[in-house]
């Protein structure tokens, strides 16, 4: 560590080997977040960012008197959380663990938290297009440019040499700008691209990137760069490290060690003695527990989410960053809260000729997703969440011709924040006579006499090809394919993309004109079957929506 940092934690590394309480809660306090950056965008967010986080601390608390430079430690700590990395690899080749579990990946994370644009946010989301090994190395070499770490601290951490490190190191960064190729070039609309990814998932991983890399090697519109590509290392000098997640819990339990574990362990008498007194510290959110247990807590700051409806019987879930629930407001409250117009019957589809109106410009600060650039849902269970302020489209896939009958439309859940649903476009609503049955018996999007229809629910709105809402804040979107057989194809947008869209009219190939739905304010409207509880079974969610 450099000299400033040096004389500011120097002595308290050693009060805290000489078992000062205070000094302990500091360093673990102090020290998480580096610890939290390193493993998570090696573990790219997975479920087991937290257990190796955990298990990184614990080691390196209990063998803090093995420590005899104090200027070592931040090397020192960040090889005891590479080495947890590299285990917790080992135990997944050994028993794969269930890849299903993991959270919001954190090059989502890093975007939402530091609120990147343009190309820093670029670099962000193509870090997940990487392996395993690779993302390893990239998360000291981010932190080595960011002015966090030291290339001396990257190799000796890395368990390499300075040399060995160079090589590695460069591999990576061109490893890296690959990926972000395969960012910028699904962004873009290039026609073959989007045939090609027609199949894909919307999840990276490395059979993709090698089918993406080798279409943009060959594609003269993919490769052609529209803005000057500036190199990462310049993108990512200085900037912050993600912040813990509001009600991030660090607990580390000492009380179950005896003395002879202790000792095998290599803890240091004084360290144990400090963890195991029945006292209580508290200091800069870290505390001390009677019986041996390190907690350290990020406190929530947000307000609490604003309360359902009255009708609504269950309790609101407390916020996905809260680290206590929030109370319940009273009847009077809960209707002061509540926005938006409620959508409660079938409107008639406007005249194909009538001009749809000026799309107000809300605020947009960008939209992460849970399947990265573009959710493709085509079976029951499967769901995406959103989170940002920004703009999504959902495109609707009708499929008769595999399975006809009434429809189970997709709901919206756990909703923190607000949500509208702001216009329909895509030239066409999926009632819309397309053809005379000649394209796979299709007469209209919904279906024809030879294949079957699909049915919405009575009272459902009649969906257009293109759906498109606003968030701020939180929601996942939800397939509830039973019955008749539909997709979903979930992207964020933006405003210009929508306001293009809605303006597509008759005089270029399509049916329609979109319809412009938001009023610019509170009282737009807001989409049928959305609920701010996070229920079992999503399909119960009822259309009329009070949020």
């Not at 614990?58 to 430690?73: E, K, W």
């Not at 505390?287 to 907690?295: N, S, W």
């Not at 701020?472 to 293009?500: C, F, I, Q």
């Amino acid at each position: 560590m450099d000299e400033a940092a040096g004389r500011q934690w120097r002595s308290t590394i050693a009060a805290a080997q000489a078992g000062d309480r205070r000094a302990l809660d500091e360093l673990v306090a102090g020290w998480l977040p580096l610890v939290y950056n390193v493993v998570g965008r090696a573990l790219d967010g997975h479920a087991d960012v937290d257990d190796v986080v955990q298990e990184t601390m614990l080691r390196a608390v209990g063998n803090l008197g093995s420590l005899r430079d104090p200027d070592s430690f931040r090397s020192w700590l960040i090889a005891i959380a590479m080495r947890q990395i590299r285990d917790r690899a080992r135990r997944r080749q050994s028993a794969p663990l269930d890849e299903a579990a993991a959270q919001q990946d954190f090059a989502e994370l890093t975007v939402l938290r530091l609120g990147l644009e343009g190309q820093r946010r670029e670099v962000a989301e193509a870090v997940p297009w990487l392996d395993d090994e690779d993302r390893q190395l990239l998360s000291l070499w981010w932190l080595e440019v960011a002015g966090e770490l030291s290339r001396r601290e990257l190799a000796a951490a890395a368990g390499i040499s300075r040399q060995h490190a160079a090589v590695r190191v460069q591999r990576v960064k061109e490893r890296l700008e690959t990926a972000r190729g395969i960012v910028r070039a699904l962004d873009g609309a290039c026609p073959e691209l989007r045939d090609l990814t027609s199949r894909w998932n919307g999840r990276p991983d490395s059979v993709w990137r090698k089918r993406l890399a080798r279409h943009i090697r060959g594609c003269g519109y993919c490769g052609d760069a529209r803005e000057t590509v500036v190199p990462a290392e310049r993108l990512l000098v200085g900037l912050a490290l993600v912040p813990l997640p509001v009600g991030f819990t660090l607990s580390l339990a000492f009380g179950g060690k005896t003395a002879a574990a202790a000792a095998s362990a290599g803890w240091s008498a004084k360290v144990l003695g400090a963890l195991t007194q029945p006292v209580v510290a508290v200091t800069a959110g870290a505390t001390i527990v009677a019986g041996g247990a390190y907690v350290v807590t990020v406190p929530s700051d947000e307000p609490p989410p604003r309360a359902s409806a009255p009708t609504v019987t269950s309790p609101s879930p407390s916020p996905k960053f809260s680290a206590s629930p929030s109370p319940t407001p009273s009847v009077t409250q809960r209707k002061v809260q509540l926005y938006g117009t409620v959508v409660d019957t079938v409107d008639k589809a406007p005249d194909p000729d009538a001009d749809p109106g000026a799309l107000p410009r809300r605020t947009e600060a960008g939209l992460t997703s849970t399947w990265g650039p573009k959710a493709v849902m085509q079976h029951r269970g499967e769901s995406v969440t959103l989170s940002g302020r920004g703009y999504v489209l959902v495109r609707w896939q009708i499929a008769p011709h595999d399975r006809p009958g009434g429809l189970t439309m997709p709901t919206w859940t756990g909703l923190k924040g607000k949500l509208f649903h702001v216009a329909s476009g895509g030239g066409r609503r999926m009632d819309d006579v397309t053809g005379d049955g000649s394209d796979r018996g299709y007469v209209t999007g919904m279906g024809g006499p030879d294949i079957g229809y699909t049915v919405l629910p009575d009272g459902t709105q009649q969906m257009w090809q293109n759906e498109y809402f606003y968030i701020d804040g939180t929601v996942t979107l939800h397939v509830n394919e039973r019955g008749a057989s539909y997709g979903l194809t979930v992207m964020p947008t933006d405003w210009a993309a929508v306001d293009k869209d809605v303006h597509y009219g008759p005089d270029q190939g399509a049916i329609r004109y979109g319809l412009v739905r938001d009023t610019g304010d509170d009282t737009a409207p807001v989409p049928q079957y959305v609920t701010r509880a996070t229920p079992a079974d999503p399909a119960t969610v009822a259309r009329r929506s009070r949020v």
